[in-house]
């Protein structure tokens, strides 16, 4: 427990506009601005999933202008079962880490949290700043996979190895696809990893007097328990992409192990494990897709 | 307002059990002799997780539909010493049940997938790659030849990179796009992957088990009933997963033993 009048106040109020409502330091801004970012992505994820009903209930309707997003992904606009498949991936990435992950634990985690222990900020604004900006080149980097050749990756939202790992040999959208996208969810995990830090301290150092931790609203605890686990989640999936990407521009063999034969050809790669691919992926596996419903069952009780 | 809340809650709680105790969306037949277990494990998870939810969503529904209508200056009510004794039982009566799921539910798994084959079961061997499954069975020696990759070539039909010319084990072995094992004999699948991660899933059967490249797997069952039935995948493995898929035949040894005679007979 301690005495908010024992911390400075940590940034003065904004004397510009970029200040004020672009690289602003204050929690409450930058929660709408999660939340901005967070309505962008399901707005394109239900496009998206649009797209996909579509196709599973007429697979030869021609949407119009769907040449546009891909041409080889959709030949005078009929969408290719491969570019189902990719579009699949795209809307689930989408869904879980740009929506379920950002609206209910960044967007009114960073703007409720301090309100409900008592804070007048999160102690490191900075990195709270970052950790949104981070988490915005994450979504541009992703949604930029639509315009490279081969469009998105195919592998799902799993991308389990060594389908996401030995490159465009396995599909179209498994070279620079996939590359793309572990950037993506590498750069939002920096960014996840900075929120945490704020969420973790906040609840931990930053409660107004006689709000001891008995005391804390349920939907508090939920923000910090989520924060504990996608500190040890996102720090081990964050590696993992980075390792996914040496695989595919360095010629390593993290994830890819010997003798596999695609397409009649032997792989260059020997010695990976798919195991450590799967098991760093897996281990983020759940505490993502249980991380982002924790602080939704919390808010009930509060609202 | 409320009261139409909580009687919507209601209605969605009483109407999605319904089809679950009418048995609307049942589980296929099952043909295996493991099938039982796994099927219990279902159901008793279906039991505790159903009468938890039912009862969390009428507790829900009967607060609602009670403090919806509170009378003007009326005292809030609050437990006395508050509700750390009702959090503490309701962690104890969740944990309890979770744990007791996963206790059984890591019995019946390891029943299954722990237990070593008998050693008469009838090896056959299955390679997954994209988008296709195929099967070897051992032939009269009982011996699987090697795999070389580098001698796998579809185009030839060489689809485990069999060596005849150098390997004697190799010889009598069969290959084949479609899987027939007799009923009533357990079976001991060898599972090999050439390039992605699959699955084989047979619901039948209860049997999912990924094949993990690079990682050679082996599953034993034993199916109880003539037919044919679907083998798929559902790992999703590139472009072509969604129409991965082969056929499991289980006929009379009787049958069997013309059918293996017949596919010899086409090496």
Known sequence: MHD???HAVQHGAPTSFLRKHVFSLDHKVIGKQYYALALVAVFVGMFLSWLMRIHLGWGSFAIPGLHLLSKTG????????????????????????????????????????????????MPFPHFNMMSFWVTFVAFLVLVASFLVPDGPTLGGWTQYAPLSAVGSVSGPGQGLGVVLWASSIAIFCIGQLLG???????????????????????????????????????????PACILLILDHVAGTSFFVPSNLVINGQILPHSGGSTCSGNTCSGSSDIPRSTSPSSPAWASFPTC | MAKIFAVTIILIAIGSAIPIVMHTWDMPQDISTHGPLIDEQFKDTMLEA?????????????????????????????FPGGAAGLVI?????????VLALGVFGAKAWASVYFAPPAANAMPVQ???GQ????????????????????????????????????DQDSKDDIV????????????????????????????????????????????????????????????????????????????????????????????
């Open chain 1, 4 to 6: 908010m009048s024992a």
């Open chain 1, 74 to 121: 959709a030949p005078g606009d009929v969408m290719t079962p491969e570019y189902y498949l990719q579009l699949m991936t795209m809307h689930g990435t989408i869904m879980v880490f740009f929506v379920l992950t950002t609206a209910p634990f960044a967007a009114f985690g960073n703007f409720f949290l301090p309100i409900q222990v008592g804070a007048e900020d």
């Open chain 1, 196 to 238: 945490s830090l704020n969420f973790i301290t906040t609840t931990l150092d930053m409660r107004t007097r006689g709000m001891s931790l008995m005391r804390l609203p349920l939907s508090a605890w939920a923000w910090f328990i989520t924060s504990v686990m996608g500190l040890t989640a996102f720090a081990v999936l964050m």
């Open chain 2, 50 to 78: 159903g009468i938890s939810f039912l009862a969390s969503q009428l507790l829900l529904a009967f607060f609602i539909w009670k403090f919806s209508d509170p009378k003007p200056g009326a005292k809030i009510k609050s």
């Open chain 2, 89 to 97: 039982a309701a962690f104890v009566l969740v944990g309890t049940e």
């Open chain 2, 126 to 128: 299955v390679q997954a």
């Open chain 2, 131 to 166: 988008f296709a499954f195929y099967f070897r069975y051992p032939g009269p020696d009982g011996k699987f030849g090697p795999i070389h990759v580098d001698q796998i070539n579809e185009a030839n039909a060489n689809f485990f990179g069999i060596d005849t010319t150098h």
């Open chain 2, 176 to 267: 084949t796009a479609e899987m027939a094992i007799p009923v009533n004999r357990e079976i001991h699948l060898l599972m090999h992957s050439k390039d992605v991660g699959h699955s084989f899933f047979v619901p039948e059967l209860r049997v999912q088990q990924d094949f993990v490249p690079g990682l050679d797997l082996s599953i034993h069952f034993t199916a109880t009933k003539v037919g044919k039935y679907e083998i798929v995948c559902t790992q999703l493995c590139g472009l072509g997963h969604y129409n991965m898929k082969a056929y499991l035949e289980v006929m009379s040894q009787e049958d069997y033993d013309n059918w293996i005679k017949q596919q010899a007979a086409l090496q």
